[in-house]
């Protein structure tokens, strides 16, 4: 059964960094595309990344609002993938997400918050 | 980037009646990469629909996906009241960058 959890959210300043983990199972982390999605308080889910399987060489992309400032890596030793987030703003509150594609197929984590506030 | 655009915003019915939520696409998307996702107050989001007309696992069959090119359908064709919920789109397949269209709420009156 495909299990994802997601961790490390928490209250942080402006202009802070912050580290999420996705942790897996279930499956073979190395074969699958990973996304992380945020959602805004009261507002709609937003895609914020991906990491593409080993096949597609562990290649990234990011959604503009977030490029330069996040970073995704995963370790397929320890079944996780992470979110480097750095010079967060305010506008980054959210529930975060990750989300893995196995043939086609999307299943979703429980998410984890970050606020950011002074 | 393909930019999703979901209609109505809002959908206020009752139950047994049909809903037709419209899911459109600012370029071709590739229907092999269409999802509908389902999100309830408080709680995660879950797949419902891949690849524009498949039902993931355990979704019931009143739920189906259309579409293809610009121009997505998700019907609901007998509302239940659990059916109350938020309603996304995306394209997870052309790449590079994932979008959702910005939802339709579902309203059981």
């Known amino acids: 059964e495909v299990h994802l959890v997601e961790s490390g959210g928490n209250l942080v300043q402006p202009g802070g960094s912050l580290r999420l983990s996705c942790a897996a199972s279930g499956f073979t982390l190395s074969d699958h595309d990973m996304d992380w999605v945020r959602q805004a308080p009261g507002k709609g889910l937003e895609w914020v990344g991906r990491?593409?399987?080993?096949?597609?060489?562990?290649?990234?992309d990011y959604a503009a609002s977030v490029e330069g400032r996040f970073t995704i890596s995963r370790d397929d030793v320890k079944n996780s993938i992470y979110l480097q987030m750095n010079r967060l703003k305010t506008e980054d509150t959210g529930d975060y997400y990750c989300?893995?594609?196995?043939?086609?197929?999307?299943?979703w984590g429980q998410g984890t918050l970050v606020t950011v506030s002074s | 980037e393909v930019v999703l655009t979901q209609s109505p915003g809002t959908l206020s019915l009752s139950p047994g009646e049909r809903a037709t939520l419209s899911c459109r696409a600012s370029q071709t998307v590739s229907s092999t990469y269409l999802a509908w996702h389902q999100q309830k107050p408080g709680q995660a989001p879950r797949l419902l629909i891949y690849s524009a007309s498949m039902r993931a696992t355990g979704i019931p069959d009143r739920f189906s996906g259309s579409g293809s090119g610009t121009d997505f359908t998700l019907t609901i064709s007998r509302l239940e009241p659990e059916d109350s919920a938020m309603y996304y789109c995306q394209n997870y397949g052309t790449s590079p960058t994932y979008s959702f269209g910005r939802g339709t709420k579902v309203e059981i009156k």
């Open positions: 990491t593409r399987n080993r096949p597609q060489g562990y290649t990234t």
């Open positions: 989300v893995v594609w196995i043939s086609r197929v999307g299943f």
